[in-house]
C-alpha cells in the first residue's frame, strides 16, 4: 500500500514537472515572437528613417548649390511663397524630425519603451502636421508641391512599419485635421483688393494723373501676350504686373522689378471674384476700381485711358468702356481668356511674355 501511494506520489511529480516544462517552453516561443516581429518592424522603420532623412539632406545641398529647391512642378515655389519662412528652414526641421525618430526606433529597438512611445508620439503629430499641409494645398493654392507629397508619403510609411494599431490611428487622425481644414471657409467676404499690392511682380511708371493698373496674366496665356507687347506702345500708362504664376524672366522696358512678389496673393484675389480666366486689368483711379476682363476688353481700355489726356473735360467714366461696371462683382469668364489654373493649351511663347519655371 505504502509503494503504490510513493509510486503515484513519483507519477504524480513527474507529470506537474512536465506541465511546466511546457509552459515555460511556450511562453518562451510566444515571448520570443513577440519580440523578434517588435525588432522586425522597427527595422523597417529605421530605414524609412534614415532614407527620409537623406532626402531632405539632399535637398538641403541642392538649395545651398543652386539657391532654389529641387521640385518637379511649380508647386513647390507656390506653396514657399506661402510660408512666413523660407523652405530651408523647414528642411532643416524636417532633417532633425527624422533624425529623432531614427534614434528613438533604434532605441525601441534595443527594448527601450520610452523611445517607442516617443517615436510614436513623434509620428502621429508629423501625420496632424501633414493634414494641414495637405488641406491647405487642396484649398488655398490649389496645387500640390510634390516634393512636400514625397516627404508625406516617408511619414505616411514610418506609421505603417510601427503597426497596423498605430497606423490606424495616426490615419484617423490624419483624416479627421483633413476634414476640419476642408471644411471651413477661407474666402475673405469683405476688401478683397486689400493684398493684391502684394503680388506686384514690377511696375512701370507713367503719368501719375491717370489711373493706375494692375494687370493679372498668366506666362502661358497668349492672350496675355498681346496686352503685355500693347501695353508698350503707351508708355505714358502707369502698370503693375500681378502673374498668377512663378515668372523668372520679364522683358519689358522701363520695369521696376520687386525683391519679393506671390502668386498666392494674385490667384486668391481672383479667387475671391470668382474670376477664373485671364487676362484681367484692374484700374485703380482716386478710390475708385474697375475690373476688366479679356483681351479685347482691355484693349479698349487701354486706348481709352491713354486718350484720356485730350478729354480732360470728361469724366473719367465716361472715357471707359460700359460693357462692364466700375464696381467688383464677379466677372465672367470672356472668351478671349484663358483658364488661371490650366492656362490655354498649345500657347506659344513671344518675346514680351514672361517665362515660366520649367517644371
Not at 512611445?117 to 502621429?124: F, V
Not at 501695353?231 to 500681378?242: A, G, H, K, Q, T
Not at 470668382?274 to 484700374?283: E, F, K, Q, S, T
Not at 467714366?317 to 466677372?331: D, E, H, K, V
Request: net charge neutral.
Amino acid at each position: 500500500m505504502t509503494g503504490s501511494l510513493s509510486d503515484h506520489a513519483k507519477m504524480g511529480g513527474k507529470q506537474v514537472q512536465k506541465t511546466y516544462i511546457l509552459k515555460q517552453y511556450i511562453y518562451g516561443m510566444l515571448h520570443q515572437t513577440k519580440r523578434n516581429t517588435l525588432i522586425r518592424l522597427p527595422r523597417l522603420s529605421l530605414l524609412l528613417a534614415l532614407a527620409a532623412g537623406i532626402t531632405i539632406l539632399l535637398q538641403l545641398l541642392v538649395t545651398l548649390l543652386r539657391g532654389e529647391p529641387l521640385c518637379l512642378n511649380q508647386g513647390c515655389e507656390i506653396v514657399e511663397q506661402s510660408t512666413r519662412i523660407a523652405s530651408y528652414y523647414f528642411n532643416l526641421a524636417g532633417l532633425l524630425f527624422f533624425l529623432t525618430v531614427f534614434f528613438c526606433l533604434r532605441r525601441a529597438r534595443e527594448g527601450s519603451r520610452p523611445g517607442a512611445l516617443l517615436a510614436q508620439s513623434l509620428l502621429l503629430t508629423a501625420m496632424g502636421i501633414e493634414a494641414v499641409l495637405i488641406g491647405y494645398q487642396l484649398i488655398i493654392t490649389k496645387t500640390f508641391c510634390s516634393y512636400c507629397l514625397f516627404i508625406f508619403l516617408f511619414v505616411l510609411l514610418l506609421n505603417l512599419a510601427v503597426g497596423l494599431r498605430h497606423f490606424s490611428q495616426s490615419l484617423l487622425l490624419f483624416l479627421s485635421v483633413t476634414a476640419a481644414f476642408i471644411l471651413l471657409e477661407y474666402k475673405q467676404p469683405h476688401a478683397p483688393s486689400a493684398n493684391y499690392t502684394e503680388g506686384v511682380y514690377g511696375t512701370r511708371s507713367g503719368d501719375a494723373t491717370k489711373p493706375h493698373l494692375y494687370l493679372f496674366f498668366s506666362s502661358n496665356c497668349p492672350h496675355c501676350e498681346e496686352i503685355i507687347s500693347i501695353l508698350e506702345d503707351f508708355p505714358d500708362l502707369s502698370i503693375s504686373f500681378n502673374p498668377v504664376n512663378i515668372v523668372e524672366e520679364f522683358d519689358v522696358p522701363r520695369l521696376e522689378q520687386r525683391k519679393a512678389y506671390s502668386t498666392a496673393v494674385n490667384r486668391q484675389f481672383l479667387e475671391v471674384l470668382d474670376i477664373h480666366a485671364v487676362p484681367v486689368l484692374l484700374v485703380r483711379s482716386n478710390a475708385s476700381l474697375a475690373l476688366y476682363q479679356g483681351k479685347d476688353e482691355i484693349n479698349s481700355i487701354i486706348a481709352a485711358l491713354s486718350n484720356s489726356a485730350e478729354r480732360e473735360n470728361e469724366p473719367a467714366s465716361s472715357q471707359w468702356p460700359a460693357s462692364r461696371p466700375t464696381s467688383i462683382p464677379g466677372l465672367p469668364d470672356a472668351n478671349d481668356s484663358c483658364s488661371v489654373e490650366a492656362g490655354c493649351k498649345g500657347a506659344g511663347s513671344g518675346s514680351s511674355l514672361p517665362k515660366s519655371v520649367s517644371p
